[in-house]
Nanobody, 119 residues
Framework: QVQLVESGGGLVQAGGSLRLSCAAS????????MGWFRQAPGKEREFVAD????????HYADSVKGRFTISRVSAKNTVYLQMNSLKPEDTAVYYC????????????WGQGTQVTVSS
């Protein structure tokens, strides 16, 4: 049973930084893609970034390119999202997700962690 547990959210001023963590367990993730999504109040959930666990290749939403960095540490089975130059519009619940590389959609989801950026 795959489990994803996020941490690291909080309140930060605009221009500040936060690092989110996603501790993954219950599977060997070398053939998985790990992702971060977010959902702001009244809006649909949107893609933020993803990373292929084995190759380390990454993709980002245009809105976060150059500000956010996704990474993973295999020894800790943990995925990170380093968020710099935060803006009020980055305020959302951030979710960690996982899918097998062959899958189209993300299958496993964490419970989410709140990020609030004040102006």
């Amino acid at each position: 049973q795959v489990q994803l547990v996020e941490s690291g959210g909080g309140l930060v001023q605009a221009g500040g930084s936060l690092r989110l963590s996603c501790a993954a367990s219950g599977h060997t993730f070398s053939d998985y893609v790990m992702g971060w999504f977010r959902q702001a109040p009244g809006k649909e959930r949107e893609f933020v970034a993803d990373i292929r666990w084995s190759a380390g290749s990454t993709h980002y939403a245009d809105s976060v390119k150059g500000r956010f960095t996704i990474s993973r540490v295999s020894a800790k089975n943990t995925v990170y999202l380093q968020m710099n130059s935060l803006k009020p519009e980055d305020t959302a619940v951030y979710y960690c997700a996982a899918r097998p590389q062959r899958a189209v959609a993300f299958v496993y989801w964490g419970q989410g962690t709140q990020v609030t950026v004040s102006s």
